[in-house]
């Protein structure tokens, strides 16, 4: 069937497996249920029966399309079971989410999961709490009755024939865009890659974990006292509205309600709020410290390995979005100070420079700015190039000049206006006006391009990476949300193909963060990993960008039994480690 | 169709890199788009104090003409059409200059000539057409000098680079500056009436 993007497969396998998942452990299949679409041969297999497998019972040779709802789940439990990875997945969820990224929820109720996506096509499907009620008696575990075994199975067996009539509806909404199949089997390979690295997860100092949880009521008394005397907004460990409203009065700072009336309380808020009024920093940091901190939520296993899913594709720019409670990069930096290497290993943490800078500077074809990047240094390359600093001038000898223009060039990334950039550098519009002309003429190349990109993804409803990750553009779509797409979900493909090039390179690559890899190899080893993973970091960049290659930086290495430090988590660190201390004393 | 699948085995890394180059989407918006800049708007008014631009060096691109300026109403016009007898005293001769400012703005500077009688303010004249002398090969801004009696530049000491002119006719040009009713060409024109009391 020429017209048929999935054709050239000899057999094409739905597969899903029912599975007991604990925080931070691998899972452990129950079931497995799979059906060739074609033939309709369907297979289930129950628990006892999967651990006396040595292989899928099924092809998964290169003729062969294995197709999952969330594959990296299905793939996590090939590896729990000691099976060979298909060499080719599709991933309907993921390919469920580029067919609807972007638009408004009144298009897409009900979120990505699979109902959702079966009530999108108006295909039926049991109803949630059906769904919900076995997933609970699977996760509560064995012993598992016979009857239980035969309705997990057809419960199991639901999902399958829902995903197989999924499957013709996606690949006949998805396969008229440009290579959409060579497309989605790339995201599969980085899903395989997905459930490799979660299979691994990052190393955590069960210990000192023990401690911080037995001891978290004094640990947030002891961060609050470091401002407890300038800032006494709070009773005890208790944040009091009143008295941060009465201390907002005192210092005439304007804050953001909510629609009900009530002082914003929220990250994002402290967040700008913070950059606008730098009193406010040290009430934000102590709030980060405390309210990202839920300690029980942290994924750890038996193992000591800290493991969560790492949701691929779960933001509108394809970044991971990995739960920020159960992730250990996710909460406060001072809280990596629990990542540590076991004995005789360690870890290495490499990432791109100013991946951002880098990609805008290589699409736009800005030869200008590629040299200020080439350069090493951009910020410093830009003040020179717009005549706001000498020739020669360095990071040491103009820190404040440098200081302003990284905000404005990574500022001009998201669109910020002179209003905003004023109040942020806490400078004059006028010159804030100033500093954003001096980048338009500078870099006219780079925005020519950028206004070019929102204009096609204006002219023609959506705008896709190069790897064909979609984002559609609708009357709600916000033009500086569109900005800064291009150079955010094209970095996302970049570090997608480099953990795809790692991991199939047999790099142990406990996780992805943003823009950088957490790597772990024995002590011995460890530089020539880091040379190996840089190969497919630069690799990766080249494809992504024909050729140019974004810098490379060995941010850290730590060796067991040093622990990962996070500059700027290290003095809160050190006082809980000190206040642990004198406890312990 | 994974190289994988093309050749039964496994790809050397040149020769995936050049399939996966086969199946990226291209990003040259700029070249891409389907959209041009379309100029419709044309400002008629001398550059501002703070100002940099550039006067475009060709002849082509200037034009001769009578300025006619109400004072009161800081309006500008041009006369033609045997008017101009008419409005002797609100008439001067002045040169259209074709400008760019940094931000890219066209604009047409209608600069009053030096009168052949030599009457009073000559030198504010004389000065206007020696910035835009100055500003045919630099970036310039000009300021009304009042003890100077004259129009001071400034020229830029950096390399700021070529100006980006319009890719339209300056008769085109003209025709967006002077839009609307900016040519007095009869008697009945409302900026005449206006003057002569007849509104």
């Known amino acids: 069937m020429a017209d048929d993007p999935l054709g050239r497969f000899v057999g094409i396998w739905v597969v899903d497996f029912e599975f007991i998942a604990r925080p931070g452990e691998r899972p452990d299949p129950v079931c497995l249920v799979a059906r060739e679409v074609r033939t309709n041969r369907l297979i289930r297999v129950w628990r006892d029966e999967l651990a006396a497998l040595p292989a899928p019972p099924f092809p998964v040779d290169e003729n062969t399309l294995y197709v999952a709802f969330s594959a990296s789940a299905e793939l996590s439990c090939h590896l729990a079971l000691g099976w060979p990875f298909p060499a080719q997945v599709l991933d309907a969820h993921v390919e469920f989410i580029n067919l609807i990224n972007g638009l408004p929820q009144r298009f897409v109720k009900g979120g990505t999961s699979q109902l959702a996506a079966l009530a999108h096509f108006g295909l039926s499907a049991i109803t949630s709490e059906e769904k919900a009620q076995w997933r609970k008696r699977i996760l509560e575990g064995p012993p598992f009755s016979r009857d239980e075994a035969v309705g997990i199975l057809d419960y199991c067996q639901t999902d399958v024939d829902g995903l197989a009539a999924l499957l013709p509806r996606l690949v006949q909404r998805l396969s008229p865009r440009s290579h959409w199949a060579d497309h989605a089997l790339l995201r599969g390979r980085y899903v395989k890659a997905v459930a490799r690295m979660e299979h691994t997860g990052v190393p955590i100092d069960v210990a000192a974990l023990g401690k911080l949880v037995s001891n978290w009521a004094e640990i947030k008394v002891a961060l609050i006292d470091q401002i407890r005397a300038e800032y006494p907004l709070w009773e005890g460990a208790t944040f009091k509205h009143d008295r941060f409203e009465a201390w907002l009065i005192g210092k005439r700072i304007p804050w953001p309600r909510t629609e009900a009336g009530r002082l914003s309380l929220s990250r994002d808020t402290f967040k700008e709020m913070a950059k606008a009024y730098p009193i406010v920093a040290p009430i934000r940091e102590v709030r980060e410290n405390l309210s990202s901190m839920r300690l029980s939520d942290l994924a750890v296993g038996s193992d000591g390995r800290n493991r969560t899913s790492l949701f691929p594709f779960g933001t509108k720019s394809s970044r991971n979005a990995p739960s920020n409670s159960r992730f250990v990069f996710g909460p406060a930096a001072w809280l990596r100070a629990l990542i540590r290497p076991t004995r005789g290993r360690a870890l290495a943490y490499l990432d791109y420079s100013a991946q951002e800078v880098g990609v805008a500077a290589a699409l736009s074809g800005d030869e200008a700015l590629q040299r200020a990047y080439d350069s090493g240094d951009p910020y410093m390359s830009f003040a020179v190039d717009a005549g706001l600093a000498p020739a020669g001038a360095t990071k040491r000898s103009h820190e404040t000049i440098r200081s302003l223009c990284k905000t404005v060039v990574l500022a001009t990334n998201y669109g910020q206006q002179a209003q905003a950039l004023a109040e942020r550098l806490d400078i004059s519009v006028l010159q804030a006006k100033q500093l954003l002309q001096a980048h338009r003429r500078t870099y006219g190349r780079f925005w020519q391009w950028s206004q070019a990109a929102v204009d096609t993804a204006v002219l023609t409803g959506h705008v896709d990476t190069i790897f064909g990750w979609r984002l559609h553009v609708t009357p709600d779509t916000r033009v500086t949300s569109l900005l800064n797409h291009p150079m955010q979900s094209n970095g996302a493909e970049m570090l997608r193909l480099a953990c795809i090039f790692a991991v199939e390179a047999g790099i142990s690559v406990c996780a992805p963060v943003h823009d950088a890899l957490l790597i772990e190899a024995p002590v011995a080893e460890i530089e020539v990993a880091i040379e190996r993973t840089r190969a497919c970091m630069a690799r990766a960049s080249r494809i992504v960008l024909g050729g140019r290659e974004v810098g490379t930086g060995v941010d850290k290495v730590v060796r067991y039994p040093d622990r990962f430090m996070d500059a700027r988590g290290v003095r809160v660190w050190e006082l809980v480690v000190g206040l642990l201390e004198r406890q312990a004393a | ?199």
């Open chain 2, 1 to 199: 169709m994974t190289i994988e699948n093309i050749n039964g085995t496994a790809p050397t890394e040149a020769a995936e890199d050049g399939w996966l180059a086969s199946i990226a989407l291209r990003q040259d918006y700029a070249e891409t788009a389907g959209v041009e800049k379309v100029l419709v708007s044309v400002p008629f008014r001398k550059p501002n104090k703070d100002e940099f631009f550039r006067v475009h060096p060709s002849p082509s691109n200037r034009l001769d003409i009578v300025l006619v300026e109400f004072k009161t109403e800081r309006e500008l016009f041009v006369a033609m059409g045997g008017v101009e007898g008419a409005l002797l005293e609100l008439s001067t001769p002045a040169r259209l200059f074709l400008c760019v400012n940094r931000q890219g703005t066209v604009f047409v500077w209608p600069a009053k000539l030096p009168l052949t009688d030599r009457r009073r303010n000559d030198e504010w004249r004389t000065s206007a057409l020696e910035v835009a002398r100055l500003a045919e090969t630099s970036w310039v801004r000009a300021h009304a000098d009042m003890n100077l009696g004259a129009y001071q530049p400034f020229r830029a000491q950096m390399d700021l680079g070529a100006p980006k002119w319009p890719e339209l006719s300056f008769a085109a040009i003209l025709k967006l500056a002077l839009k609307g009713d900016r040519v007095i060409d009869s008697m009945d024109h409302w900026a005449v009436k206006q003057h002569l009391g007849q509104v």
